[in-house]
């Protein structure tokens, strides 16, 4: 049984930081692009980062570059989402999602639907 679990989520005021994470189990995930998602309430959920299966090539969303980095630990089955910076509009819960294919193109790797098996959500909240 293929499962994701994110952890890490709180409050913070505006300009700190929190880390996620997402471990998962059941699934051979290190071969897979895995990326983060986030939905805030009344709005659909929208891409926030992804990363490739080795690690070293990661996508952002406009709205998040420079302040929040993926990474992933393969050995460990888990992936990262570190949050820097953080706004108001950054409020959100956060999924954890592994991809259906090993690659993407970077302009689809942030498209949820390419996206096979989610976590439960972890929640974010920003307060100014």
């Known amino acids: 049984q293929v499962q994701l679990v994110e952890s890490g989520g709180g409050s913070v005021q505006a300009g700190g930081s929190l880390g996620l994470s997402c471990a998962t189990s059941?699934?051979?995930?290190?071969?897979?692009?895995m990326g983060w998602f986030r939905q805030a309430p009344g709005k659909e959920r929208e891409g926030v980062a992804a990363?490739?299966?080795?690690?070293?090539?990661?996508v952002y969303a406009d709205s998040v570059k420079g302040r929040f980095t993926i990474s992933r630990d393969n050995a460990k089955k888990t992936l990262y989402l570190q949050m820097n910076s953080l706004k108001p509009e950054d409020t959100a819960m956060y999924y954890c999602?592994?991809?259906?294919?090993?690659?993407?193109?970077?302009?689809?790797?942030?498209?949820?639907?390419?996206?096979?098996?989610w976590g439960q959500g972890t929640q974010v909240t920003v307060s100014s």
């Open positions: 059941g699934y051979t995930s290190s071969g897979y692009c």
């Open positions: 990363i490739y299966p080795g690690g070293s090539s990661t």
């Open positions: 999602a592994v991809a259906n294919n090993r690659w993407l193109r970077p302009d689809m790797i942030l498209d949820q639907l390419q996206y096979r098996y």
